[in-house]
């Protein structure tokens, strides 16, 4: 008897550590895999924030639009449709992310490409040491030469992601027109006012609403300004991240994967402990229960 249990109690300690064992293995192996000694996987930083008092880039595009005229179906003849000019204001931003191990010639590399496309560098940022360095820019590019830049930048380094929105902003620059037109006949009709004759204190309280109105055109003009034919770009911001190997020794990997491993099987051990026990629990009630169950059955 005590010869039987001796063995299965060595049986049941090489299962265990054989199952430990295939564990550590796996995680050793993972390790190596995984790439734990390329590249390392930074959270980049969110430079973009830092950016938000640049002034905003935007351009404009024309085109010809036609609709049938007095509601017409849509299968009417050409001669039935009515052609129109359409004036658009847009906002186009490009994102691009990436990360390179030859950081000081794709940064020159981008200069350079920036000044080929006759764009230019509205924000800047340059973070972190040699061998983690990150540079950030923030360019306004011709709307023309929007397209060969962005496919540019995406041949500097590895890159992360990359996106591209197209906003239209042709409502709030009519807007912006709407209200300096509406401004600029408040601010006449002030000055008409002004001439006549009155109290001071009125005169003086128009005086000041005037001022403010000028202060309020002053505003929009700026605004008005970032739409203007003169300052059409859009916008690519990129951020180029330098990239640098981890070396990881021999002891380091074999100490992570046995942390690992021993949390994991324990944890493993408990949940096999748990529903074993609770199946034991479960069938012993059972099996006390189902006899008296059967006899009222039958009764």
């Given at each position: 008897?005590?010869?039987?249990?001796?063995?299965?109690?060595?049986?049941?300690?090489?299962?265990?550590?054989?199952?430990?064992?295939?564990l550590f293995l796996f995680r050793?192996?993972?390790?190596?895999?995984?790439?734990?000694?390329?590249?390392?996987?930074?959270?980049?930083?969110?430079?973009?924030?830092?950016?938000?008092?640049?002034?905003?880039?935007?351009?404009?595009?024309?085109?010809?639009?036609?609709?049938?005229?007095g509601g017409a179906a849509d299968g009417?003849?050409?001669?039935?449709?009515?052609?129109?000019?359409?004036?658009?204001?847009?906002?186009?931003?490009?994102?691009?992310?990436?990360?390179t191990k030859q950081f000081e010639n794709d940064e020159k590399h981008t200069r350079a490409t920036i000044k080929k496309f006759n764009s230019i560098v509205q924000f800047e940022k340059n973070t972190g040491r040699k061998g983690n360095r990150s540079i950030f820019f923030l360019i306004g590019?011709?709307?023309?030469?929007?397209?060969?830049?962005?496919?540019?930048?995406?041949?500097?380094?590895?890159?992360?992601?990359?996106?591209?929105?197209?906003?239209?902003?042709?409502?709030?620059?009519?807007?912006?027109?709407?209200r300096k037109n509406s401004l600029e006949i408040t601010r006449q009709s002030l000055l008409e006012i002004k001439k006549q004759s009155g109290k001071i204190d009125e005169y003086i309280n128009l005086q000041n609403r005037i001022l403010e109105?000028?202060?309020?055109?002053?505003?929009?003009?700026?605004?008005?300004g970032d739409f203007s034919e003169e300052n059409e770009f859009c916008t690519v911001k990129l951020s180029l991240s330098e990239s640098?190997?981890?070396?990881?020794?021999?002891?380091h990997r074999v100490k992570v994967a046995f942390e690992w491993a021993a949390q994991y099987y324990l944890m493993l051990l408990g949940i096999t402990a748990f529903a074993a026990t609770t199946g034991f629990f479960l069938l012993l009630i059972i099996d006390k229960l189902l006899p008296s169950i059967i006899n009222r059955i039958n009764q």
């Open positions: 008897m005590k010869t039987l249990f001796k063995t299965r109690l060595i049986r049941t300690i090489v299962v265990l550590i054989i199952g430990f064992f295939v050793f192996i993972y390790g190596y895999t995984t790439g734990l000694s390329e590249l390392q996987e930074e959270e980049l930083s969110s430079f973009f924030g830092d950016s938000e008092g640049v002034r905003k880039n935007y351009a404009s595009d024309s085109y010809k639009f036609k609709r049938p005229v009417v003849a050409s001669a039935q449709l009515q052609q129109f000019d359409v004036n658009q204001k847009y906002e186009k931003t490009a994102t691009v992310r990436t990360r590019a011709p709307p023309d030469n929007f397209d060969s830049l962005y496919a540019e930048m995406l041949k500097v380094g590895s890159v992360l992601s990359k996106e591209i929105v197209k906003v239209d902003k042709t409502s709030e620059f009519k807007n912006l027109n709407a109105i000028e202060q309020e055109l002053q505003s929009l003009g700026v605004q008005l640098h190997e981890i070396k990881v020794s021999f002891l």
